[in-house]
């Protein structure tokens, strides 16, 4: 029906044909691009301050008042909390079904104000960040030598504010700036002196320092606002503000305090750029964008506003994933370009000139008409939806092999060519389609599932589903009308057909042989699947590939509580090491983040958490450099030369975390309990031979100094409790106490004890703390004792749990290996009942996108049972079927193993999409053994006829797949390394095993008389 329209209505036909391949060359030109898939980031973080509490306080006061509102949600399957000294945040993530995340986030937002009454009077929050997963595509660092900061900032802002209107851009965020304070400093001595309380000095400040209404008057027909003065505009007016003293004296906050404009102390964040203080503005685009059109729109922006920059200032970029993204698929359309000609190629060697390119042209045609259809349903240009359609190739040009050799055979047993174009296109339809089909349904499992790996690959099903079915159509439409004026009767171009005819009597002869001896045959193949899965059993197991960058990370960690100035001298020592051109001759720059972890700058990798003693260096590299090599020298050297901090070095992972990284949670109630056993499994660990990185994520225990407030003594001089905390807080956290408002930036204004008093733990007893009942001046001494009491750092739950994680990096074993290795030795720990260890990261990661995508694989093959049973009618044919997917196991079993490839995610995918094509394999055979006794030949000469009739259309399909998917395979992208081998070798053992098993299977189900 479908190629008799086409027929009929050629011109129409081929209008669409030629509008539909324009419009793919021209979208193919700005198509929204990016490096990877996108993937839903469900993941929010709550966060709550409460400055000064106890990490344990905040657990029990804030976290667990928070948590008990976040469970109420339906859509949230993990909740993980962390406590600090202040400051309390909350991950939260959502089931993988969950697609729709705003709703969830508005709720979230309800349950955590709800909560808020709950929380400690006073308590900073709860805020909600739901845009987790923003990446940026660009990082640009601002370097200025003689410069402040200030000034940086306030040249960077106005570049930030005119990038921010180039179309496209989604968010630009400000990093590294350490805002401004100006502080009000006195010491015990001279706040004594004048017997001035704290509190009373800074409401004065506070209500002087106001921008209030002040009404309206009504003049004439104007109507006048009333402003009134009060603002302060300049810095040298707040040290004239007066205050009253108990006689009625006045002095002036000049009097009591020291007036200085600086910078937040301790610093919060900092960057540094090749050594040198730096700002930087991460660039994140909105979606549906070609990343490398946009890319370059803003760097041409970029250089316009560079010019508008103050004379000294110097711009770089950090990570540009425009770079990345054109380096990916490039190599990727390079594969698939190699590919479109390879398969062009061979069609044209086994079928001829004037066939061939019939056939061939399928390959064009439908990649340009898959084009269209991407861009309607939003599936952009990246690495897995381009690697999709070097899959599918090999697949869709057998339906227009199969299309042009029919319609070949009827004009040459003297059809017209209309009447052997439409009888070619109605006759193969449903066979074609059910082929198609049944590759389809393979791959529902991974459409169907709801993990983010499963995510991250779906394009790869989308695509191929959309290639093959735009094949299928193609070669009803397209191809029958070019046969028509191409391919002449008798004018059959033989290419290699003497070839061809010798391997295909030898190929019947070795049918004849097996046939003969079917039994041992079977026998002998059963033996051969039963070497292939203990070959299996050899494979290494790894669940993502490595994803090779021209870039590595190195995480500087120092003992909690030191201060951010000590890890940033430690980081700006390891950037003078990475500086030096002499030993590391491969670096191109780096970028240092003390405090925090920067920007997201690819999907699958999460910034650190921000503390104080934590940074993260950013290394990139030369094109010519090895990563691998870079990497093992700095962690040589680095390790060696800095034993003061733990210092990792890795690369990047396909999902984040970096090959052979496991983690061990370990839960239970007692916090003491937790670390002893996050000690036992250390030290099992540590024993294990290349295993490094062993670390736990609790963070070493601190001294707090416990002020004892003495309560008589604090009566006697009549100060509360209250009083003397609110004191010490003004003189030592330097809280905001007013604002200083300066164009478009507000200020804080923090009181603080001098650097002497606030620097030296012997001299808190001295600190001034307020007066006592007669106005003689009280030091924190005679109110408090001061003791010293250890104190954890952090803690965290994990879904309401205290939790303990456990992680290292293994450089011999997968993560799944290293693992299966260590469970003997986990198991003898002994833990108690109440305490147990799960297993988190890669392997957690792993068994739940292998969980997600086998629930589905049942109603996958449930689907294509149906569908050949509808085809067949027979269940020893489906069943013949079966049993030959089985089979295919033994090719890719032993290619994975001689290939050096290891099992994971991807190459279950590859096993999926081969099964398809096994399958379609068998089904030719099937149907063609039909066929052969349709036309009144007995069952063994159909078996043998139509087994070697299908012989070359079989072999060109398969030497097509496997030949198109070299240039993917060799392409050094170690995401397809895997999947490919599966293919290439189970296409290759499946194929040439599915030529003498599917005979042979159905004469025996059929108890075929072999002659």
Known sequence: MITRYALQGNRVTIAMAVILCLLGIVLYQDFPSQEEPEINVREAVVSAQYPGLPPERVENLIIRQLEDAIRQIPEVKDIRSQASTGYAQINVSLHDHVSDLQPVWQTLRNKVNDAKPKLPQGTSGPHVNDDFGRVAVASIAFIAEGFTLAEMRQAVKRFQDQLTALPGVSRIEMLGNNPERIYLESTTTRLAQYGVPIEKALQVLQQRNVILPAGQIASDKQRLVLETTGNLTRIDEIANIPVRLEDNSIVYLGDLFTVTRGYQEPAGKMAYYNGKQALVLAVSMQSGYNVLSFSERLKQRVNELESTLPWGFEI?????????????????????????????????????????????????????????????????????????????????????????????????????????????????????????????????????????????????????????????????????????????????????????????????????????????????????????????????????????RQQYMIEVELPAGYAIEETERVSRNVSHWLQNSGENPQISNHITYIGFGGPRFVLSLSPNDPAPHRAFILVNLTDEASQPDEILRAREYLSANFPEARIEVKGFGSGGAEDGTVEFRIKGPDHQRLREASEQLQSVLYKEPGVIDIRQDWDNKVFKIKVQIDQTRAELVGMSTQQISEALDALLNSGEISQFREGDQSIPITVRSDVVERGDAERLGTLYVGLDREGNPVTLAQVANLIAVPTESLQRRYNLEPTITVKAVSKQLTAVQLVEKLQPDIAALNLPAEYSIEYGGEVEASGEAQASLSANIPIAFAAIFLLLLAQFRSFRKVGIIAVTLVFSLIGASFGLLLMQATFGFMAMLGFLSLGGIIINNGILLVEQFDLEMADGKSAYEAIVDGATARLRPILVTTGTSILGLLPLMLGGDELWYGLTVVLASGLLGGTLLTLGVVPVLYSMLFRVKIR
């Open 316 to 548: 770089d970029y950090v990570t540009f994933q425009a770079k990345e993204v054109k380096k990916s698929i490039d190599q990727v359309i390079g594969s698939l370009l190699q590919t479109v000609v390879v398969v062009l190629v061979v069609v044209v060697l086994f079928l001829g000139i004037r066939t061939g390119l019939v056939a061939g042209l399928l390959v064009p045609l439908t990649i340009l008409v898959t084009l269209v259809v991407m861009f309607q349903l939003g599936i952009p240009l990246q690495k897995v939806s381009i690697a999709a359609i070097i899959i599918a190739l090999g697949l869709l040009v057998d339906n227009g092999i199969v299309v042009s050799e029919n319609y070949l055979s009827r004009v040459t047993a003297g059809e017209s060519a209309l009447d052997a174009a439409i009888n070619a296109g109605s006759k193969l339809a449903l066979p074609l389609l059910t082929a198609s089909l049944t590759t389809i349904l393979a791959f529902y499992p991974l459409m169907a599932g709801d993990n983010p790996t499963i995510e991250y690959t779906r394009s790869l099903g989308q695509v191929i589903t959309i290639t093959l079915l735009c094949s299928w159509l193609v070669a009803l439409t397209i191809i029958p009308l070019l046969a028509t004026w191409v391919i002449k009767p008798g004018k059959k171009a033989t290419g290699n057909v003497a070839e061809a005819s010798a391997m295909q009597l030898r190929y019947k002869q070795f049918l004849q042989l097996i046939l003969h001896g079917r039994t041992l045959f079977m026998l002998a193949m059963a033996g051969l699947l039963v070497l292939a899965l203990l070959a299996f059993g050899l494979v290494p197991k790894k669940f993502m590939p490595s994803n090779v």
